[in-house]
């Protein structure tokens, strides 16, 4: 699964159709460059192929005055559109996707119908905590983890973090609950 597919496929679905410097643009603007390890090349690179997966429709739109290339505008195919979602949707109900894959999901989350968006992070916060109750019913009651020595810190390195994850994923369901973004469902959207 890459942040880079799901962040590009998002970016030309919200401009309808896009050239490739407006994706790139765009996922600079939102900071994808840093969070995500977005790199200029790695937009056209994958702008180019999700075309020839028939993700992408190209279009020619602009001559070159200059002897270059056309000018190229992309467009969402309806199979992009459902990879686009599968893709989004797998990244919000993963008990623990990579960081960049959870920020391109969170961050276009809003394509989402509400009740979908909720439902999904409950899976993944319910697999969060059936991963951390099968890490703590293996170890004996009333252990004490700091006299494990490494191995012990690891254990609550892992415990440490699934709890924050869930924790966070909590408070998003909690906005989401009481409104927070203007959702795909929600009649303020345009």
């Known amino acids: 699964m890459s942040a880079v597919r799901l962040l590009v496929l998002g970016a030309v679905r919200r401009r309808d159709r896009a050239h490739g410097y407006q994706v790139r643009a765009d996922l600079e603007s939102w900071g994808a460059h840093e ?7 790695s937009v056209y690179h994958a702008l180019k ?11 020619e739109i602009t001559p070159s005055t200059t002897g270059g290339p056309p000018r190229i505008e992309y467009e969402v195919t309806d199979a992009g559109d459902q990879a686009y979602f599968a893709l989004l949707r797998t990244a919000l109900s993963q008990r623990d996707p990579r960081m960049d894959m959870l920020a391109a999901a969170v961050g276009l989350i809003d394509d989402l ?7 999904l992070l409950r899976q993944r916060a319910e697999m969060m905590e059936q991963w951390r109750r099968s890490v703590t019913g293996e170890l004996p009651p009333g252990t004490d983890l700091d006299t494990w020595g490494p191995v ?12 924050s994850r869930a924790e966070w994923t909590l408070r998003l369901i909690r906005r989401l609950e009481a409104g927070a973004f203007d959702m795909a469902d929600d009649k303020t959207r345009q």
């Open 35 to 41: 969070w995500a390890g977005v790199k200029s090349g």
């Open 49 to 59: 192929a999700m075309t020839g997966e028939g993700l992408l429709i190209a279009h």
């Open 113 to 119: 119908p509400r009740a979908e968006a909720i439902d």
């Open 152 to 163: 012990g810190e690891v254990l609550g390195l892992w415990l440490h973090t699934a709890d």
